[in-house]
């Protein structure tokens, strides 16, 4: 292997406004030593990368090509509604072959999925 | 924590065709239960969380949001000149604040950025 994944940058209009959502969203951590140019978010766990927001002149004019997908520790619903508390607006529901998620969009208009969780039938084997 | 990534997934015009360039990219392995609909590439180390590429109707026409940073084991110039032999594409070099990176784009449009790798003085300390 010659190259590893690193972070995951998201361009912003108001860089703080979008990694607060997402600190909030995920339970993750600001580094303190990341602003005011960027801000640098981090898992504790360290399970997953990092997510980078920087700032960037032009705005959001088009669906992203990529997203993230979010699974919930209990229920889809009970995420999207504190997503929704924190600045999230959703899109629509899927229902499809047998599952379901959330299409929502981030304070800045970033696709994600919210998934089923444990409570909506969802377990890791399938 | 009640929200954890699951996957980053990539809308595209030919699934197969992206799966295959990230898998190469990254070294990482196609889930063989996972076509025809849609591919899921995984990390065999297990460090990162995997990637999902699902058909989409419509074609890419803005720059996303969101984006990939890779970090190369070796050097930068070295990663460009193989992704490059893989199908992705140069969009430009750019050279700030006493770094640098390369911003380039997979088969279908995507951007992603390769990083500095230790042969270029990067190291984890900073």
């Not at 509604?81 to 229902?95: H, I, K, Q």
Request: charge should be negative.
């Amino acid at each position: 292997m010659t190259l590893r994944l690193d972070t995951l940058t998201f361009d912003c209009a108001d860089v703080m406004h979008v990694a607060r959502f997402w600190t909030d969203a995920l339970g993750w951590e600001l580094d303190p030593e990341s602003e005011p140019d960027g801000a640098l978010v981090r898992d504790p766990s360290g399970r997953s990368d990092g997510l980078y927001f920087q700032p960037v002149p032009e705005s959001k004019v088009a669906k992203n090509r990529l997203h993230l997908d979010l699974r919930p520790s209990g229920s889809m619903a009970a995420e999207v509604e504190r997503l929704e508390g924190l600045g999230a607006t959703v899109v629509r529901r899927v229902d499809e072959e047998g599952s379901f998620w959330t299409v929502m969009q981030d304070p800045e208009g970033n696709e994600l999925c919210v998934l089923r969780g444990p409570e909506d039938g969802w377990s890791p084997e399938g």
